[in-house]
DNA sequence: TTGAAAGCGCTAACAG
DNA sequence: CTGTTAGCGCTTTCAA
């Protein structure tokens, strides 16, 4: 079946059906510029009667505005994700916007479809994009903003992202000060990500301001990534790791974690203590209930979006939105 | 900062520097029409050159296509929602094309942005769209899938959805025959929603072959929601509900009803048992791992986008596709 | 195999 | 406050 083009109602319909000019039409549903109530009234009485529809196409070539924005995300997946798309779809709907959703999949530079022509702007998630890219489109004068990912040096391009840094360090701050533990374990996550580097530099930051030695053996590579997570600690497990917690870089590293103690019958918190970073909704409900940090994933997105649309409208917005994370105790830690 | 509109460069600018006309550029792109290899050689160049990238917005106006298909949902929530969109991105990434998403949240009647004129077509779900505009699309011959929806009475509009019913009775034959309870309740979703219906309808049939008497007041609403789970579940305990088992009509609300029974202190599955339906990523993690049945979520919205474009090419396609769901046995129903 | 030219449906000056 | 009109950038006949 096809669509039945001889049916299709245009703005010329409505200016006829109201006895007005199609720019009169124009300016009631875009609400610019003066009309008066009668004229208005017409209008939107046509538009009821014909079921009209702005043809966005069209709307987009006259104006130069998609009334869309875009979000880039590497690909779909991980329990981060159903946040920060809640966030974004909330906000982007509240403006009465579309909002195009593409993943990059790595670096297949086959053209990804969402960019300068089918948005007025986009959201870029971590290492979705190659900083390349990110390059081409700043230079046009494309609004972006970055989640999770810093400005190109010189650039300044808008981003918004967490404490990771300051989370992790008062995690480790917490195990080492209030469960006294000393050798704590680190799954940390991929290179390319930089909520992993900060969250890193965080743990390393707070082991130096104790006093423990930073021992690379206790590093190993999670991925943020339940398999990869998994896969490593059984590793751990095999060669006789010696740690009292693991300190996973995110809860879907974490959640590997804990299926891999459980293979090896290992029981959390009691052989070896876990904790994570995020806090993702299933958190709580973990067998056991996972110590973590929490951070304000779908109101990064949501404020990501205000930010964009500031910057589509030309305005001004704050280079760098640092949001504040929190410590969520639960048993994988020890505690109770 | 704005976009920088004198640089744009267009079909226009790509034809001079190629030297040919602009129709034989949009051949070149589009490979339509014979066109001389020399000539889409220059170019190819010239795109390459000038970095030329279409607008999809004239592209839609002169093509009447938009290259893009939407993904109309209620809303961003619950564990289900991620394997959904990882099929239907895939999908369409597959086929180049760019993928729009909104959330109707219920029925606010206040304009969805998908539709007729956005996109080349629609996979609607579940209950995101009400029957009405279901009918005026259909009437105007738009493409449309239905996913886990069926179409209404003699609309042919093709679904695909999954063995919801039979699912069911397989999960209460189990519960009956192999683990030999009779007292099974049951937290049924909400009633807008089909997979709800047939699970439930499922859960009776089964009943009856095994002259289990129907008892409403082992009936309660689950609402496919954990917060809505938990509530029902902790009026039970309080009411001294006396069953044997709780078949939860989604994992969501199972993890609610896990829960409400960890807060009553009852033991699953010792005090009494529990299963779900889908079988979500974490179901295998809870404490205890939930038995349940699992629903090909992702395949079935990877075949959604493959319907869909089929019906946008005219094509024919199957109206009714059901996925074989499967019985996931772990612990929480009893069995080890 | 190619080019000229007519729109696609809408917005946005501009003139009134 | 309202109408006229010139495009927006591309696809697609139609002729050549």
Redo the contacts with the bound molecule.
Sequence with gaps: MHMDDSS?I???EVAQYA?????????V??K?????P???AKVYAAIEALN?R??AA??G?????TNAIGLLIDEVNGEFFLPMLRGVENAVRQRGMDLLISATHGLDKTSYPLGENSTDGLIVFADSLPKEEILRLHKIGFPMVLLYRSSPPNLSIPCVTVENKDGARRMVDYLVEKRGYRKIAFLEGPDSHEDAYWRKIGYQESLAAHNIPFDPKLVSFGGFDEAQAHLSVSRWVEQGLKAEVIFAADDDSAIGVMIALKEAELRIPEDIALVGFDDIRLAAYLDPPLTTVRAPIEQAARIAVEQLVKVIRGEEVGLITLLPTELVIRRSCGCC
Aim: no cysteine; aromatic share 4%.
């Design positions: 299709r245009t703005i010329v006895g007005v000019s199609t720019a009169t039409v124009s300016r549903i875009n610019t510029g003066p009309v008066s009668e004229a208005a009209y702005p043809n069209a709307r070539l006259a104006s130069r505005r």
